[in-house]
């Protein structure tokens, strides 16, 4: 009889966890699995590329709790709850009135305040024999509070220890996890330097590539269509704080300022107003005709292929699946030295490691646009490595029998 395996997710929104999910639903032997992903809501550019063998099923009204931020809070409990039962206005009332006079708890507090939010979801009403919690935190948090399963497995796609979190909250629904897969080597040292007492839940499971799809997709498509001639930075990536772009923007104004021929472009989607603050340091430098944004696709390949240096910027990250992309299709690439980034780039001999910066970040892209030996050097280590690594099921598949 097949096993019946639950994911939870919030959207299939052009994004990180979005993609690796994907590559990894795709590796299942759906001749063993009967695969229902629960998704906080039914939306995003990605819902297409879902195999037809998983059953997609929304958790409804209160899954907007999901797409909780700073930016929306207000509004988007007045509208989910209070609308419903005004009095729950002085149910959560102390917590807004924490994050007011407590700035420097505010991380914990919000993370309080979504625990108590989470409470009016109802279970999922059908068993099964496995859960994962494959978006990270927040789907973690429901699988262990609202979810009948026999073995729950959660995935870590960040750096537990940057920012920083609350041990005394995530801890305890840790331990409740039969398994904690952590996407790198470094994700996985960080989590359990942290929290040492997890050792021997923790397991690494790369995000699944798939070479021969992405260079497939990479030759159909839209690509860019302005009839640049001069050198194209590509950076995959929501417009978000973790991204960097507030310091990409103005070391990409000094190299301007140089004489140097480029553009950069931005492909992805927006955090809240946070997309607004960043066109307004565009504006603010001057380089509203040469920073441009593309906005999503749920085909970036072909921009891929056709960049000449792939910029990661990032102030923190797990291991970036666009990272890998860009290995993949052999560009030069640049890292900001994020958590895993040494191990993305091994040391650097697959690709430019910079300092988290405005100096760095132009230090860096100096040194790429005027030394094409190195950028020669780097397509020639990438053309010798194999980037297929569909075998990382076979560790999902591990942990199953190990948790029997």
Same mark, same amino acid.
């Given at each position: 009889?097949?096993?019946?395996? &639950? !994911?939870?997710?919030?959207?299939?929104?052009? @994004?990180?966890?979005?993609?690796?999910?994907?590559?990894?639903?795709?590796?299942?032997?759906?001749?063993?699995?009967? *695969?229902? &992903?629960?998704?906080?809501?039914?939306?995003?550019?990605?819902?297409?590329?879902?195999? %037809?063998?998983?059953?997609?099923?929304?958790?409804?009204?209160?899954?907007?709790?999901?797409?909780?931020?700073?930016?929306?809070?207000? %509004?988007?409990?007045?509208?989910?709850?209070?609308?419903?039962?005004?009095?729950?206005?002085?149910?959560?009332?102390?917590?807004?009135?924490?994050?007011?006079?407590?700035?420097?708890?505010?991380?914990?507090?919000? /993370?309080?305040?979504?625990?108590?939010?989470?409470?009016?979801?109802?279970?999922?009403?059908?068993?099964?024999?496995? @859960?994962?919690?494959?978006?990270? =935190?927040? /789907?973690?948090?429901?699988?262990?509070?609202?979810?009948? @399963?026999?073995?729950?497995?959660?995935?870590?796609?960040?750096?537990?220890?940057?920012?920083?979190?609350?041990?005394?909250?995530?801890?305890?629904?840790?331990?409740?996890?039969?398994?904690?897969?952590?996407?790198? /080597?470094?994700? =996985?040292?960080?989590?359990?330097?942290?929290?040492?007492?997890?050792?021997?839940?923790?397991? *690494?499971?790369?995000?699944?590539?798939?070479? =021969?799809?992405?260079?497939?997709?990479?030759? %159909?498509?839209?690509?860019?269509?302005?009839?640049?001639?001069?050198?194209?930075? +590509?950076?995959?990536?929501?417009?978000?704080?973790?991204? #960097?772009?507030? !310091?990409?923007?103005?070391?990409?104004?000094?190299? +301007?300022?140089?004489?140097?021929?480029?553009?950069?472009?931005?492909?992805?989607?927006?955090?809240?107003?946070?997309?607004?603050?960043?066109?307004?340091?565009?504006?603010?430098?001057?380089?509203?005709?040469?920073?441009?944004?593309?906005?999503?696709?749920?085909?970036?390949?072909?921009?891929?292929?056709?960049?000449?240096?792939?910029?990661?910027?990032?102030?923190?990250?797990?291991?970036?699946?666009?990272? $890998?992309?860009?290995?993949?299709?052999?560009?030069?690439?640049?890292?900001?030295?994020? &958590?895993?980034?040494?191990?993305?780039?091994?040391? #650097?001999?697959?690709?430019?490691?910079?300092?988290?910066?405005? =100096?760095?970040?132009?230090? #860096?892209?100096?040194?790429?646009?005027?030394?094409? $030996?190195?950028?020669?050097?780097?397509?020639?280590?990438?053309?010798?490595?194999?980037?297929?690594?569909?075998? $990382?099921?076979?560790?999902?598949?591990?942990?199953?029998?190990?948790?029997?």
């Amino acid at each position: 009889m097949k096993k019946k395996i &639950l !994911f939870i997710g919030i959207t299939m929104n052009c @994004a990180g966890s979005e993609k690796s999910f994907l590559s990894f639903v795709n590796s299942l032997d759906f001749d063993k699995y009967d *695969v229902d &992903l629960l998704l906080a809501k039914r939306e995003g550019l990605f819902l297409e590329q879902i195999p %037809s063998q998983v059953n997609v099923i929304e958790m409804g009204h209160f899954g907007e709790v999901f797409k909780l931020s700073s930016k929306n809070a207000f %509004s988007l409990i007045f509208n989910t709850y209070i609308k419903k039962n005004p009095f729950y206005a002085f149910d959560i009332l102390p917590y807004f009135v924490s994050l007011l006079l407590f700035k420097n708890k505010r991380v914990r507090i919000a /993370t309080k305040m979504w625990l108590h939010l989470m409470k009016k979801m109802k279970k999922v009403e059908k068993h099964y024999d496995i @859960a994962v919690a494959y978006w990270g =935190d927040r /789907t973690m948090f429901y699988m262990i509070d609202k979810v009948d @399963a026999d073995k729950k497995i959660t995935w870590l796609h960040f750096d537990y220890s940057f920012p920083k979190r609350d041990n005394d909250i995530y801890l305890p629904y840790f331990e409740k996890c039969d398994a904690i897969v952590n996407v790198s /080597t470094t994700v =996985d040292d960080a989590l359990k330097r942290e929290l040492p007492v997890l050792k021997d839940k923790c397991v *690494v499971i790369e995000n699944i590539n798939n070479p =021969d799809l992405i260079e497939k997709m990479a030759n %159909s498509g839209k690509s860019f269509d302005d009839g640049f001639s001069g050198k194209r930075i +590509l950076t995959v990536g929501r417009i978000a704080e973790q991204k #960097g772009y507030d !310091f990409a923007i103005p070391a990409f104004k000094k190299l +301007l300022q140089e004489g140097y021929n480029i553009k950069w472009y931005a492909l992805g989607g927006a955090d809240d107003d946070y997309a607004e603050y960043i066109k307004g340091i565009v504006k603010e430098n001057g380089v509203e005709d040469s920073f441009i944004f593309l906005g999503t696709t749920s085909n970036p390949y072909p921009y891929l292929k056709d960049c000449d240096i792939y910029a990661q910027t990032s102030r923190y990250e797990g291991k970036p699946i666009s990272v $890998e992309e860009a290995k993949i299709m052999k560009k030069t690439i640049l890292v900001t030295n994020y &958590l895993s980034a040494s191990e993305q780039l091994e040391n #650097g001999k697959l690709g430019y490691i910079t300092d988290i910066s405005v =100096d760095g970040v132009y230090k #860096g892209l100096k040194e790429l646009l005027d030394n094409e $030996e190195l950028s020669a050097n780097y397509m020639k280590e990438l053309s010798s490595r194999d980037f297929s690594n569909k075998n $990382e099921i076979e560790k999902f598949y591990g942990i199953l029998k190990r948790t029997e």
